[in-house]
């Protein structure tokens, strides 16, 4: 327990210290994508691997050096967040050297122990290869150098679970800056001067509604975290409450402090055991130490932590649903005025940010908003976390800075396209968001230019596409996403999003009518005007900016039944030809409706009328006598 400031500046002097006792250290990715492709069994085996040849190891700093005998220097062996290159997984990184290998196996630890940790090595097969050269170290790799990882610094290079490793590189030094170096009039205004805006997709300044709770004359207030990141692709604010907790749970306090809250909640989604677990170990951490509890470091501030557990509703994103929702009640948004800043948890005045935004305020602090304000365009400062998928060859958790151009993440960061295919578009901001294409390529993601070009950052999800997408399936799936997603509170959102659903289904099965593309526009317009909360509001926006960016492939659908991409199963046509076919039968036989008929020997043929275009007949002629029609 810590009593007082000079007692946590030892003990950070302490850890640090201890830090640099471990000369060799293992840092294995136990984000969530690693995880599951085993990397904690290649943890348990590289330490059964180091006790076997009798190399003192440990996976907890030691107050004595090692393994409690002090005799030697140990390999620390630990358990990262997320590397970001989930690509690549399992990662392991070897430092000091800086090594990083891919795609890690179990097989592979014998020799990683033995080369690199025994001999100092560099086990080339293992590092990231890219046109024959060879990138031993995690900086050198395009996908790294191009980045600037300032929320993310801490995933993958310390143990993900030790408050004495954050403690050990600085860790709450800004909290305790804040605490006794500043009133929270000037922390307020160093956030504002920031300009810091949320991360959670609005892009709201912090410093503002900090500064409307604080001015709330209840004495009751609460600050609360959005961990529910309901976007499909997205793990952003996972891979950050996974890799390094503490720095979020510094940001919560920090604003606590400033808005004179005494308690806290972070809302995470159940879907996310791993990331609960490791808020759990570190809000269980933070009270030992005496950082959360009462009267901290002998302080007239008290602060504590819950965490609550969302079933996993995307609306529970939106501030008013997620409040009810750690109330007990069904988590609906309600109408506003009056505002979360005014009204929120409990009918209290409410802070509410993501966990990118508070993962931010500990650097702000400690650096300086003039410093802050350096990185990225004036209006959007500061640096973004992105999770890019799709058919990108580097898929993974990216961070850049605000005004990094669409073209320099997905060809310079994300390294293009992949299989050499062509760039088509990218889904960005998730289902509240739009399509972008080749003519936004020289856009800076910002929140402002985005809006212009009718997009929003949304929580950070960007998903590419290649030539081979359907733009109006893609406007068809975050449609039912949405749709399955609204709460039906408000019927614009209820609906009109079930109508819009309707009408892109018909077209995606060539069953589309003359007027369907202005109907949709009509309909996105009365929803985005008159539903209850931003899921409504910003539902109709992948369809208003596909149609905007490819309406020639909703009139192909439409009028020629036809999908320039041949991506619409119900729009394909498979036809044999009789020229080729030589009547084996193999075709009517694996037919499932009996669309084949014919006699041995002779040409076989089709009805179309009963096909379901399943594809088993093309499998199966040995002649290349069926083909499908786009």
């Known amino acids: 327990m810590l009593n007082n400031r000079e007692e946590l500046k030892a003990c950070r002097d302490t850890y640090e210290k201890l830090l640099t006792v471990e000369k060799k250290r293992i840092l294995v990715c136990a984000g969530t994508g690693c995880v599951s492709s085993g990397s904690l069994e290649i943890f348990d085996r590289l330490i059964a691997l180091l006790e076997e040849r009798n190399i003192p190891c440990s996976v907890e700093l030691q107050e004595d050096g090692c393994n409690g005998d002090g005799s030697a220097d140990p390999v620390g062996v630990k358990k990262s967040g997320c590397h970001g290159f989930c690509e690549m997984g399992p990662l392991l990184l070897i430092e000091p050297q800086g090594y990083l290998y891919t795609k890690v196996s179990l097989d592979d630890c014998e020799e990683i122990i033995e080369k690199t940790i ?46 004495k490793e954050y403690f050990a590189i600085g860790g709450y030094e800004a909290f ?12 307020i205004q160093e956030i504002t001067d920031s300009n810091l805006r949320g991360r959670g997709g609005g892009g709201f300044p912090a410093g503002r509604k900090w500064t409307q709770v604080r001015s709330q004359k209840t004495e009751q207030k609460y600050i609360v975290c959005n961990g529910d990141e309901g976007d499909p692709g997205a793990f952003m604010d996972r891979s950050i409450m996974e890799g390094d907790p503490h720095r979020m749970i510094e940001g919560m306090m920090i604003a606590a402090l400033a808005c004179g809250a005494s308690e806290g ?18 809000i269980r951490q933070a009270t030992e130490y005496g950082l959360l509890g009462d009267r901290i470091l002998g302080t007239e501030f008290s602060f504590i932590l819950h965490i ?79 999770a890019m998928t799709g058919n990108i060859e580097n898929t993974g958790l990216i961070e850049v800075p605000m005004g990094t151009t669409l073209k320099e993440v997905i060809f310079d960061v994300g390294g293009g396209m992949r299989g050499g295919d062509q760039f088509k578009a990218v889904q960005i901001g998730g289902p509240s968001g739009g399509c972008l294409t080749t003519d936004h390529l020289d ?31 893609i406007a068809r799936y975050f449609m039912n996403f949405t749709q399955n997603e609204s709460c039906g509170k408000c019927v614009p959102c209820r609906e009109g999003t079930k109508r819009m659903l309707a009408i892109l289904e018909n077209i995606v099965e060539g069953k589309g009518e003359e007027g369907d593309i202005e109907l949709l526009l009509e309909l996105a317009d009365t ?12 539902a109709a926006l992948p369809v208003i900016s596909t149609i905007k960016n490819f309406r020639e492939e909703y ?16 729009l394909k046509i498979i036809k044999i030809l009789p020229d080729l076919c030589k009547g084996c039968s193999k075709c009517a036989k694996v037919c499932p409706v009996g669309a084949i008929r014919g006699m041995v020997k002779k040409p076989f043929v089709l009805d179309v009328s009963k096909c379901i275009k399943c594809g088993a007949c093309l499998d199966q002629c040995p002649f290349g006598a069926i083909e499908e029609v786009v």
Not at 118 to 142: N, S
Not at 270 to 280: G, N
Request: aromatic share 8%.
């Open 555 to 570: 009139e192909a659908h439409i009028y020629e039944k036809r999908c320039p991409a041949g991506n619409c199963q119900k």
């Open 176 to 187: 305790e800056k804040a605490l006794f170096d500043m009133s929270g009039e000037e922390i």
């Open 443 to 473: 856009l800076p993601l910002d929140f402002d230019s985005l809006k212009k070009a009718g997009a929003m950052i949304g929580s950070g999800g960007l998903v590419v596409l290649d030539s081979s997408t359907c733009m109006v399936e």
């Open 527 to 538: 929803i985005s005007q008159t539903a209850l909360c931003g899921l409504g509001k910003t």
């Open 265 to 282: 909640y972070i809302y995470v989604r159940a879907e996310y055991p791993l990331a609960v677990s490791r808020l759990e170990t570190a």
């Open 308 to 386: 609550c557990r969302g079933a996993g509703a995307f609306v529970c994103g939106e501030g008013s649903a997620l409040t009810a929702s750690i109330e007990g009640k069904r988590g609906m948004p309600r109408v506003k005025p009056p505002r979360t800043v005014e009204q929120g948890l409990f009918d209290k005045p409410t802070v509410l940010n993501n966990v990118e935004t508070f993962a931010n305020v500990p650097l702000i602090i400690s650096q300086g908003a003039e410093w802050y304000r350096g990185i990225g365009p004036e209006n959007s400062p500061g640096t973004k976390a992105f």
């Open 118 to 163: 025994v001999g100092g090595e560099c086990c080339e097969r293992l590092a990231y290869q890219k046109d024959g050269k060879i990138y031993a170290r995690q900086e050198e790799i395009p996908f790294y150098e191009k980045q600037t990882r300032l929320v993310l610094e801490h995933c993958g290079h310390i143990d993900a679970t030790s408050i």
